[in-house]
């Protein structure tokens, strides 16, 4: 599978846009760009996907590079709701689109 | 409301007494698949389902067996469990195996403890 790199944490303040970096160099064409994050003592949350256009949804935004080989998740205002791991994931078909291979994620605190 | 259910949350055994974690979901998904987290390793998939009657390996799948026979329930079965199985398991679902392009949808999560 191919593998994805991100900071090991990242802090914010509150109210603060978040940028959540992602590379991914040896994205496959076919290779989905998810995002999901863990929120403590929960399961993995799904944040938002992309192929290769940007992406907005109610929780976030995905910025994908035009090589698409890195990807930027965006938190446009951080909340202390959204201190979580955040799991940059890529999606490929292989034997299915079901499985998720996850990374270490990157660790968000939020500070009010 | 569209969830995954998983049962028991919390469970202590010993080793070598046979045990099962239900998972149910209830949005008609066709696939559905079991993983452990463990500190250090991340998520890893035991075994997935892309439909009734449909089972298959994930990375991880020594000493668990699964059974599906019908859509909505996925239980996972230890025959035998042992301590190194001490984990958090797992359950997702997702509309389709085959589609790209689709959330994942995870249950509460079971913590299991082997002694």
């Known amino acids: 599978d191919a593998k994805t790199t991100q900071p090991n944490s990242m802090e914010s303040n509150e109210e603060e846009p978040v940028h959540l970096p992602c590379n991914h160099s040896t994205i496959s064409g076919t290779d989905y760009i998810h995002w999901y994050r863990q929120l403590p003592s929960q399961g993995p949350e799904y944040v938002i996907h992309g192929l290769t256009s940007n992406v907005n949804n109610r929780m976030a935004s995905l910025a994908i590079a035009e090589d698409r080989k890195s990807s930027t998740l965006i938190l446009h205002r951080a909340t202390l709701r959204d201190a979580a791991v955040y799991y940059c994931i890529l999606n490929a078909g292989g034997t299915s689109y079901g499985k998720l291979t996850f990374g270490q994620g990157t660790i968000l605190t939020v500070h009010p | 409301e569209a969830q995954v259910t998983q049962n028991p949350r919390y469970l202590i055994t010993v080793t070598g007494k046979k045990l099962t974690v239900t998972c149910s979901q209830n949005m008609n998904h066709e696939y559905m698949s079991w993983y452990r987290q463990d500190p250090g390793l991340g998520l890893r998939q035991i075994y997935y389902?892309?439909?009734?009657?449909?089972?298959d390996k994930g990375d991880v799948p020594e000493g668990y067996k699964v059974s599906r026979k019908e859509k909505r329930n996925f239980p996972l079965i230890l025959e035998s469990p042992s301590p190194n199985q001490t984990s958090l398991y797992f359950c997702?679902?997702?509309?389709?195996?085959?589609?790209?392009?689709?959330?994942?949808?995870f249950g509460p999560g079971t913590r299991l403890t082997v002694l």
């Open positions: 997702a679902s997702r509309l389709s195996g085959k589609v790209g392009g689709r959330e994942q949808f």
């Open positions: 389902s892309m439909n009734v009657e449909v089972t």
